[in-house]
């Protein structure tokens, strides 16, 4: 089965600096798409960021931009100029290409972004 | 455009009466549809999903019950809730299996 392991429980910035989140995960599958999801304190799940796994270049929106390293089954998250608004519970997970959509997520990190 | 509602967004139940979470998508057809539970500070996890009227697949064995009366409106029950069900549920859709899923705003369920 397909894990996904967020090792920093808890992480904190500095208002305008950047912070780069981890996560890692475990499959033996070659179709597969990664996500962030953000989760502020209203606790929507709000999409940050999008990789196909078939895809060598990172993807990038804005100020959030992913290090996809196929090879380390790592996938880490990089928020730059960091915003109070950015302060939020940060989920990667892991869908498969043939699994129906079943999304499996990590356990989470929480950022902090200090004025 | 597409949106998904999803109601109660809190609810206070005493163990061993029944529940009913409702979601619906509008704007969409035939989507696929997702319950998932978080506990409180962790992950989230499927519970159940669909990919068309009347199919359901159940990830975890449980005392909920998932159901797709209608195209787009995806049903969360159970006959008699434990304090084990407590949590904050989320309905999520999309279209294509590889999309990102669209989330509701959650209903936050306590058991007493």
């Known amino acids: 089965a397909q894990t996904v392991t967020q090792s920093q429980p808890e992480m904190s910035v500095q208002e305008a600096e950047t912070v780069t989140l981890s996560c890692t995960y475990d499959?033996?599958?070659?179709?597969?798409?990664l996500f962030w999801y953000k989760q502020p304190p209203s606790r929507q799940m709000i999409l940050v960021i999008r990789q196909e796994a078939y895809k060598q270049q990172n993807a990038t929106e804005n100020r959030f931009s992913v290090n996809f390293q196929k090879a380390a089954k790592s996938f880490s998250l990089k928020i730059s100029d960091s915003q109070l608004g950015d302060a939020a519970m940060y989920f990667c997970?892991?869908?498969?290409?043939?699994?129906?959509?079943?999304?499996?997520f990590g356990q989470g990190t929480i950022l902090t972004v200090h004025p | 455009s597409q949106t998904i509602h999803q109601w109660p967004a809190t609810l206070v139940q005493p163990v061993g009466s029944p529940l009913s979470l409702e979601c619906t998508v509008e704007?969409?057809?035939?989507?696929?549809l997702y319950w998932y539970r978080q506990a409180a500070g962790r992950g989230l996890q499927l519970l159940f999903y669909s990919v068309g009227i009347g199919q359901i697949s159940s990830e975890v064995p449980q005392n909920l019950s998932a159901s797709r009366p209608q195209d787009r409106q995806f049903i969360l029950s159970s006959k008699k809730l434990l304090l084990s069900d407590s949590g904050f549920y989320l309905c999520?859709?999309?279209?294509?299996?590889?999309?990102?899923?669209?989330f509701g705003d959650g209903t936050r369920l306590s058991i007493l």
């Open positions: 499959t033996s599958e070659s179709d597969y798409y």
């Open positions: 704007g969409t057809s035939n989507p696929n």
């Open positions: 999520a859709w999309n279209e294509q299996p590889n999309q990102p899923q669209h």
């Open positions: 997970a892991y869908v498969s290409g043939t699994s129906y959509g079943k999304l499996t």
